[in-house]
């Protein structure tokens, strides 16, 4: 099966720093992949939309200069959360599209990267 | 926009019996609904899709229902197994779509041995 990956699978970093997520896709090729974040007993909440080759189309109330997405290539995405505070501290999970066009918009999702901000 | 409901209270369920759980949904007519299993600080994983002109769909001990009158779909898990335990996500496409999906909170299924 189609298999995407986080790296790295958590962080720990200080206020005022900046960290770098990145959301590969190991088996195929996606030009879609989107960054979610989920608080503690809370559902996925969708930051962007991430386009290889595009800009990414970020959802509303997500600050796009807070959170810098780069979709380089068709497999692989990264997210960058500049200037980190303690409240952006969160559960950041990504997905994949595949591009050979599953039928009904099935995504596989990294195994999240746990994200605390001191 | 569309709301989807699943209920917040934890399913604790004997090994053996069958597991319903209830996702509800409004505002508008999904094409089709998902079911993913999210364990503790795990991603998401993908089980099932059910289209709007389906009634049902099984894989393996799973069933999923999908009333499209009701705006609710049911997801069965039978002869439920402590293997089982972990929380269950129901996804439904966004409205104006981009194949963007919105998550309901998950509910969280306990299967005692």
């Known amino acids: 099966g189609a298999v995407v990956s986080q790296h790295p699978s958590w962080v720990i970093c200080k206020s005022g720093t900046s960290v770098k997520i990145e959301c590969r896709s190991l088996?195929?090729?996606?030009?879609?992949m989107f960054w979610y974040r989920q608080f503690p007993k809370q559902s996925l909440m969708l930051m962007a939309t991430?386009?290889?080759?595009?800009?990414?189309?970020?959802e509303q109330g997500v600050e796009k200069d807070k959170f810098l997405i780069n979709h380089a290539s068709l497999t692989l995405s990264t997210l960058t959360v500049t200037s980190a505070h303690p409240e952006d501290s969160s559960f950041y999970i990504c997905?994949?599209?595949?591009?050979?066009?599953?039928?009904?918009?099935?995504?596989?999702f990294g195994p999240g990267t746990r994200l605390t901000v001191l | 926009s569309q709301k989807i409901e699943q209920n917040s209270e934890a399913l604790n369920i004997q090994e053996g019996k069958t597991a319903t759980l209830t996702c509800n949904y409004t505002?508008?007519?999904?094409?089709?609904l998902q079911w993913y299993r999210q364990d503790p600080g795990r991603g998401p994983v993908f089980l099932l899709l059910?289209?709007?002109?389906?009634k049902e769909k099984r894989k393996e001990r799973l069933k999923v229902t999908f009333d499209t009158t009701l705006k609710q779909s049911l997801f069965h898990i039978t002869a439920s197994q402590p293997a089982d335990s972990a929380t269950y996500l129901c996804?439904?496409?966004?409205?104006?779509?981009?194949?963007?999906?919105?998550f309901g909170k998950g509910n969280q299924v306990v299967v005692i041995p």
């Open positions: 991430s386009n290889e080759g595009s800009k990414a189309t970020y």
């Open positions: 505002n508008y007519s999904p094409a089709y």
């Open positions: 997905s994949a599209r595949e591009t050979s066009g599953r039928a009904y918009n099935e995504q596989f």
């Open positions: 996804a439904l496409p966004w409205r104006y779509g981009n194949n963007r999906l919105a």
């Open positions: 088996d195929f090729q996606a030009t879609t």
């Open positions: 059910i289209r709007e002109n389906e």
